[in-house]
């Protein structure tokens, strides 16, 4: 599987922009998954479900299945999981974009808008290929226009294609 990330501050547009890109990539045959790493405690079992009561009485993973889609809850009680872990439980695909995750020594596309009054992550982070943004980054800096959805595609496709397979 190719790893490619989407990095930026919140309220940038990660997440928007890879729900823009993700239909491109599917029209062209390449099967995606994402990986998206969240700071926040976030939970999406419910009290007195049974997932709930079996992680809750201890169970250290609960699988959820429909005919239609499963999820894998996974207590990680002592210590996070790395992303390398993360990406060993993704069922085969050509291609997993990261959002988030912006120390990781993985290539990244940067996420930036000026309104949220953020700085630059490329300055500090030599895996940041490019920026994705509406404004001119600073010193020549490689950018694709935010809402350049074919530009940004070809970009993230042509990057992971000529890189081996992680």
């Known amino acids: 599987m190719k790893l490619f990330g989407i990095a930026g501050y919140s309220g940038s547009g990660k997440t928007t922009l890879i729900e823009r890109v993700l239909p491109q990539l599917a029209a062209r045959g390449v099967k995606v998954a994402v990986i998206k790493h969240t700071h926040h405690d976030f939970d999406i079992d419910r009290p007195g479900k049974d997932s709930w009561r079996a992680r809750e009485a201890g169970a250290a993973a609960v699988l959820l299945a429909s005919d239609h889609r499963t999820a894998l809850l996974i207590e990680h009680r002592d210590t996070p999981p790395g992303l390398d872990s993360l990406v060993a439980q993704l069922p085969p ?43 001119e980054p600073p010193d020549g800096f490689p950018r694709i226009d935010i809402d350049a959805v074919q530009q940004l595609t070809d970009f993230i496709l042509d990057y992971a294609l000529s890189r081996p397979t992680a």
């Not at 974009?97 to 009054?117: C, D, F, S, W």
Request: charged share 30%; net charge negative.
């Open 93 to 135: 695909c050509d291609l997993v974009l990261i959002e988030g995750y912006k120390r990781e020594a993985i290539p990244k596309l940067e996420v930036h808008r000026v309104e949220t009054g953020k700085p630059w992550l490329f300055p500090g982070d030599g895996n940041i290929l490019a920026v994705a943004s509406d404004v």
